[in-house]
């Protein structure tokens, strides 16, 4: 792969991609354009009110998925600073140019807002719920006297068993923003690619294979032409663009600091469970060489605390940690891309950029400390149980609904016509665009998605609300 492709302008509407400005007044980069279509769009905005880890939270310090996203971005242009400053330093690539380190940079920073925008409401158990609930009833609903399940492909089938929240943001910015016409925010392929983590499909993924880019899904086969252009405009070809390799250590970074902070502040974790679980794991995983201690560190900020009489020296000293913590995974990510340049950019390299860093054992316990304490709570738990019962009970009556829209040999009763009538037009209009020319298995695999669609651009707080009137909840 190489630089000059890798950082394609090119859209799915006008321009050749051929020049990175315009020779009229407007004197923003392609990628600067790619930034205000973001910022400026409804689904963006949503992110306010989408679940981090905690839904429908009513403290205004806990993350959202709009906090988290804005946190992704800015570490993510970060990283792209620091790296594209040490491939110009060291001469890593010859080819690589002092605008090419402020394109990475203004990509990444665009790349880590809208790397979330696909999520359902309720966080990253919203898809589990969507997941769990096709498991249940894909071979329950039928469809002119036969299973759903047998009806569709195994391609279309398999999208719904692993609803994927990455290619749902893919879908929605290259589909489903449909205002000026059928090409969503027709964002530049170099930031699409960037946000494909997992450049496989449904009948490709291999959780055992060893390699990252295989454990999800990316696309959908609705979206795979889409993605296949993406692909041979970029030269990616099946491997991952490099700059995701950026995106998502800039998001593992923000999410297991962040989980750590907003889990303190709610009373998961306290100053003393994080002290000793980091000690135990420096004293188990003696690293030499490696000068930053995390438990010196928090230790030294409560010391801190202390001397400067602070009310919390708890809070204090954990609410910095976060931070200088923050700064050596930065540093870390920067050494895990650098140190592995000619993998990332033949396609071979199969890890994240913590692997075998210093941050690694870090990253796993912040990650597992996560999970032990806050994920698999009974508080969590029940706010979960309540979840699934506003999910299943949505895509129950919108699945059901859709069946037998634009069917001519399904027909819909009255309460039906009334659910499908709810759906917003934006997504309806695409639907008919993309249903165009197509046969009845098709359009019917394209109606499942436009419920997924209708169903992933709710806030947390539409949802409940939506689902409290269906309900007659007053």
């Given at each position: 792969?190489?630089?000059?492709q890798?950082?394609?302008?090119?859209?799915?509407?006008?321009?050749?991609?051929?020049t990175?400005?315009?020779?009229?007044?407007?004197?923003?980069?392609?990628?600067?354009?790619?930034?205000?279509?973001?910022?400026?769009?409804?689904?963006?905005?949503r992110?306010?009110?989408?679940?981090?880890?905690?839904?429908?939270?009513?403290?205004?310090?806990?993350?959202?998925?709009?906090?988290?996203?804005?946190?992704?971005?800015?570490?993510?242009?970060?990283?792209?600073?620091?790296?594209?400053e040490?491939?110009?330093?060291?001469?890593?690539?010859?080819?690589?140019?002092?605008?090419?380190?402020?394109?990475?940079?203004?990509?990444?920073?665009?790349?880590?807002?809208?790397?979330?925008?696909?999520?359902?409401?309720?966080?990253?158990?919203?898809?589990e719920?969507?997941?769990?609930?096709?498991?249940?009833?894909?071979?329950?609903?039928?469809?002119?006297?036969?299973?759903v399940?047998?009806v569709?492909?195994?391609?279309?089938?398999?999208?719904?068993?692993?609803?994927?929240?990455?290619?749902?943001?893919?879908?929605?910015?290259?589909?489903?923003?449909?205002?000026?016409?059928?090409?969503?925010?027709?964002?530049?392929?170099?930031?699409?690619?960037?946000?494909?983590?997992?450049?496989?499909?449904?009948?490709?993924?291999?959780t055992?294979?060893?390699?990252?880019?295989?454990?999800?899904?990316?696309?959908?086969?609705?979206?795979?032409?889409m993605?296949?252009?993406?692909?041979?405009?970029?030269?990616?070809?099946?491997?991952?663009?490099?700059?995701?390799?950026?995106?998502?250590?800039?998001?593992?970074?923000?999410?297991?600091?962040?989980?750590?902070?907003?889990?303190?502040?709610?009373?998961?974790?306290?100053?003393?469970?994080?002290?000793?679980?980091?000690?135990?794991?420096?004293e188990?995983?003696?690293?030499?060489?490696?000068?930053?201690?995390?438990?010196?560190?928090?230790?030294?900020?409560?010391?801190?605390?202390?001397?400067?009489?602070?009310?919390?020296?708890?809070?204090?000293?954990?609410?910095?940690?976060?931070?200088?913590?923050?700064?050596?995974?930065?540093?870390?990510?920067?050494?895990?891309?650098?140190?592995?340049?000619?993998?990332?950019?033949?396609?071979?390299?199969?890890?994240?950029?913590?692997?075998?860093?210093?941050?690694?054992?870090?990253?796993?316990?912040?990650?597992?400390?996560?999970?032990?304490?806050?994920?698999?709570?009974?508080?969590?738990?029940?706010?979960?149980?309540?979840?699934?019962?506003?999910?299943?009970?949505?895509?129950?009556?919108f699945?059901?609904?859709?069946?037998?829209?634009?069917?001519?040999?399904?027909?819909?009763?009255?309460?039906?016509?009334?659910?499908?009538?709810?759906?917003?037009?934006?997504?309806?209009?695409?639907?008919?665009?993309?249903?165009?020319?197509?046969?009845?298995?098709?359009?019917?695999?394209?109606?499942?998605?436009?419920?997924?669609?209708?169903?992933?651009?709710?806030?947390?707080?539409?949802?409940?609300?939506?689902?409290?009137?269906?309900?007659a909840?007053?």
């Amino acid at each position: 792969m190489n630089w000059e492709q890798l950082l394609s302008t090119k859209r799915k509407r006008n321009g050749s991609g051929k020049t990175r400005y315009t020779r009229a007044t407007d004197l923003r980069s392609e990628f600067e354009k790619d930034y205000h279509r973001i910022i400026g769009s409804a689904s963006f905005r949503r992110l306010q009110d989408k679940t981090q880890v905690f839904p429908l939270d009513k403290s205004d310090f806990i993350r959202t998925r709009l906090t988290h996203s804005l946190e992704v971005s800015s570490f993510a242009k970060s990283l792209g600073q620091n790296i594209g400053e040490n491939i110009l330093a060291y001469r890593k690539d010859p080819d690589f140019t002092v605008q090419m380190k402020e394109d990475i940079c203004n990509i990444l920073q665009c790349a880590g807002l809208i790397h979330d925008i696909g999520n359902p409401p309720f966080g990253h158990f919203g898809e589990e719920a969507i997941r769990d609930w096709f498991g249940r009833n894909l071979s329950k609903l039928t469809y002119r006297g036969k299973p759903v399940s047998e009806v569709l492909t195994p391609q279309m089938r398999e999208d719904f068993y692993h609803f994927e929240g990455n290619a749902q943001a893919f879908r929605l910015v290259t589909k489903l923003h449909f205002l000026v016409d059928e090409r969503g925010m027709n964002l530049t392929y170099a930031l699409l690619s960037t946000m494909i983590k997992y450049p496989v499909s449904s009948l490709e993924i291999n959780t055992r294979s060893g390699d990252i880019k295989d454990k999800k899904l990316g696309y959908y086969y609705a979206d795979e032409e889409m993605f296949r252009e993406i692909e041979e405009a970029t030269g990616t070809n099946g491997c991952r663009h490099p700059l995701t390799f950026i995106l998502e250590a800039a998001d593992d970074i923000a999410y297991k600091t962040a989980d750590i902070e907003d889990a303190f502040v709610k009373g998961f974790i306290s100053y003393h469970d994080l002290l000793e679980e980091l000690t135990e794991m420096e004293e188990r995983y003696a690293q030499e060489g490696n000068s930053f201690s995390p438990s010196g560190k928090l230790k030294e900020l409560y010391d801190r605390g202390r001397y400067l009489h602070m009310e919390s020296p708890e809070e204090y000293a954990i609410k910095n940690w976060i931070v200088r913590v923050q700064g050596f995974l930065i540093t870390c990510a920067t050494y895990g891309f650098t140190s592995n340049y000619e993998a990332i950019m033949a396609g071979t390299y199969k890890h994240d950029l913590f692997y075998q860093t210093y941050a690694q054992r870090l990253m796993d316990l912040l990650g597992d400390m996560a999970y032990r304490r806050v994920f698999t709570s009974e508080a969590i738990y029940r706010m979960e149980v309540t979840e699934a019962v506003m999910i299943d009970y949505l895509m129950d009556r919108f699945v059901g609904a859709v069946i037998g829209y634009d069917d001519k040999e399904e027909e819909m009763n009255a309460i039906d016509q009334r659910m499908v009538s709810f759906i917003s037009s934006n997504y309806k209009n695409a639907y008919h665009y993309h249903a165009r020319g197509k046969d009845d298995v098709e359009k019917l695999y394209l109606r499942l998605l436009l419920v997924t669609d209708y169903i992933c651009g709710m806030t947390d707080s539409y949802a409940k609300r939506f689902y409290q009137e269906l309900k007659a909840i007053i």
